[in-house]
């Protein structure tokens, strides 16, 4: 049988695997251990204790994260690869497409209905995949659904069938989705990777992996680490649980262990934050981690606290996209592209382009100055003829435009004529006849190349990790089955990247180990720091609200037995209290 070691709430859980390791294993077999993790991140802290045990290199353990390792139990029946994302929302564009009966026909036919749809219905199918939930199930509950949109009970009423064509689908490309190969890992009767397995349990279990729990807590050379409570759906299975107490011990509090503050806005809170670690010797600050619950507040942070610090800092959390001057900017371009018409375009819209900061400081042949002065000059031109709509050759073949700026600006006239029509070039016509997905992706790696060789705006200190986002992204999708997408609606063809766009996360790395800690809630599991700030602790953002599912509302989840608003309130609860216990002094 196995056994089940249960830590204390707090406890530093990659230090007390080291040392148990250290007591129970010789060096020499570590290399022959698995070790799973809920996340990536513990593993280098334990490889770092490991290391200041033996003093000299080593090979360690084989790692997983929980992803990792279910799928690693699913390639025992013979896959062990995930399917990509986009390749995943192609394949369930395909399906919802060629429905053509009823109100889903309906949606099918529509090309936003359809993206919407597509996306909540990956999300679904990915949920009730990793929760085990049969299709059975699924085709009776949507005989009686609650009073929702019109359009989700369709879905809803489908979403058995779907969820088949769907997972028949995946399997042909030979390849998995997250959801599948939870689901396949809970039914497989193979081993797990490594002679002794070290499994750590996260306080949310999966019903997949519940099931994955239950079998293998029958083989002696398996060790469960639980912190805290034992998980609901593993109560019933690992029923002689052994707590130990942290070997670190309960960290040492002053009175002002922990400190709660309130700041008037954003600006307020991170004033606050620089104040406080200000005051902090670096060896303390090396120690410390702050908590974004919100990714969004990572940037003022850079800017307003970090950079005001000393010490060094690792950022180990994604960035959204969408809040970066690269997307805004495809935005920009995508309003002046749904504008055009009968050769012009909305006056509005291509003044914004002009006006995006990549855009006006550009020094194609001019000197960033004079590409401003242009600019205000064509904005002064648009306003004086009040017309809604432009020609783009008119206001190239405005002599006295050019001889203007040039003037002021000191700059040749015929260089700001070409300026002004590579502009034109590289970010309106360049999109003329584009059709595919592919064709887009193709386009806007051309602009942003453009951008990077003359545009001085780029060297700002993000810039390269928001470029390199888009980069990754129309790599992706050029190589994916979504490039050769073409709606028939040309509008749709633009909104339909931005959505896509929109979903990417922009992953910062440091020195992971080094300095002061800056990390999501998510990045903190298992996880202890000497001191803990956390930012953002408002109603609806710790925990978050999260918006009501259109497909899987409350009464259908508790019907299929899904986790609700309450589970995921107590994941959170879990996740914050074990960073708090661990802590000798916090501030929120």
Request: glycine share 8%; charged share 25%.
């Amino acid at each position: 049988m196995s056994r089940t070691l249960q830590l204390p709430i707090g406890a530093d859980v990659p230090g007390f695997l080291a040392d148990l390791l250290v007591r129970e294993v010789d060096p020499s077999g570590w290399p022959g251990l698995a070790v799973v993790f809920p996340h990536e991140r513990p593993r280098l802290y334990l490889n770092r204790r490991l290391a200041a045990h033996v003093g000299r290199a080593f090979f360690p353990p084989a790692y997983f994260s929980m992803d990792r390792f279910m799928l690693e139990l699913a390639g025992a029946e013979g896959t062990a690869e995930t399917l990509d994302a986009l390749d995943a929302q192609a394949l369930m564009l395909e399906l919802l497409s060629a429905e053509t009966e009823g109100d889903i026909g309906r949606i099918a036919r529509n090309p936003h209905l359809c993206f919407f749809w597509s996306r909540r219905l990956l999300d679904a199918i990915d949920e009730l995949d990793t929760e085990c939930v049969p299709d059975a199930a699924v085709r009776h509950i949507a005989l009686e659904a609650p009073e929702i949109s019109r359009a989700a009970e369709a879905i809803l009423a489908s979403l058995g069938r779907l969820r088949e064509s769907f997972h028949a689908a995946v399997r042909e490309t030979g390849r998995l989705t997250r959801g599948l190969a939870y689901a396949v890992a809970a039914r497989s009767a193979g081993g797990h990777p490594g002679k002794e397995l070290f499994l750590v349990l996260p306080p949310g279990l999966t019903r997949a992996e519940a099931a994955v729990v239950r079998r293998l807590e029958r083989r002696e050379s398996v060790t469960f680490l639980v912190v805290g409570e034992v998980p609901d759906r593993a109560r019933d299975v690992l029923t002689r649980p052994e707590r130990v107490p942290d070997p670190a011990g309960s960290p040492a509090r002053g009175p002002d262990w922990f400190h709660l503050h309130a700041g008037f806005d954003a600006h307020s809170e991170l004033l606050g934050l620089r104040h406080a670690l200000s005051a902090l010797p670096e060896e303390q600050l090396n120690q410390a981690v702050i908590v974004l619950p919100r990714s969004e507040s990572l940037i003022p942070l850079l800017e307003e606290v970090l950079t005001a610090l000393p010490p060094k800092y690792n950022i180990s959390l994604g960035y959204p996209f969408v809040r970066t001057p690269v997307y805004a900017l495809v935005r920009t371009v995508f309003a002046l592209q749904k504008s055009t018409r009968d050769g012009t375009v909305a006056a509005r819209d291509y003044v914004n382009l002009l006006f995006h900061p990549y855009i006006k400081n550009l020094g194609d042949g001019i000197p960033p100055d004079a590409c401003r002065a242009l600019v205000h000059a064509v904005e002064e031109r648009v306003l004086e003829r009040g017309a809604l709509r432009l020609s783009l050759d008119t206001i190239e073949a405005d002599d006295r435009l050019f001889a203007d700026v040039g003037a002021q600006a000191g700059a040749d006239p015929g260089a700001l004529r070409r300026a002004l029509g590579e502009i034109h070039r590289v970010f309106v016509r360049a999109f003329d006849g584009v059709r595919t997905l592919g064709d887009l992706s193709q386009i806007l790696r051309a602009a942003m190349r453009y951008l990077v060789a003359h545009c001085p705006a780029v060297q700002y200190p993000f810039s390269g990790e928001f470029f390199g986002a888009l980069a990754g992204f129309l790599d992706g999708l050029a190589g994916s089955r979504l490039a050769a997408h073409a709606p028939a609606d040309r509008r749709s063809l633009f909104d339909f990247f931005a959505a896509l766009a929109g979903q990417q996360r922009i992953p910062f790395r440091g020195q992971p180990l080094e300095g002061l800690q800056v990390l999501g809630l998510l990045e903190t599991r298992t996880l202890r720091f000497e001191r803990v700030f956390v930012l953002d602790v408002n109603e609806g953002t710790l925990p978050s609200v999260q918006a009501a599912d259109p497909l899987l509302p409350l009464a259908v989840r508790q019907a299929l037995g899904l986790p609700g608003p309450r589970e995921h309130e107590a994941v959170t609860r879990h996740h914050l209290e074990h960073l708090l216990a661990g802590a000798g002094a916090s501030i929120l």
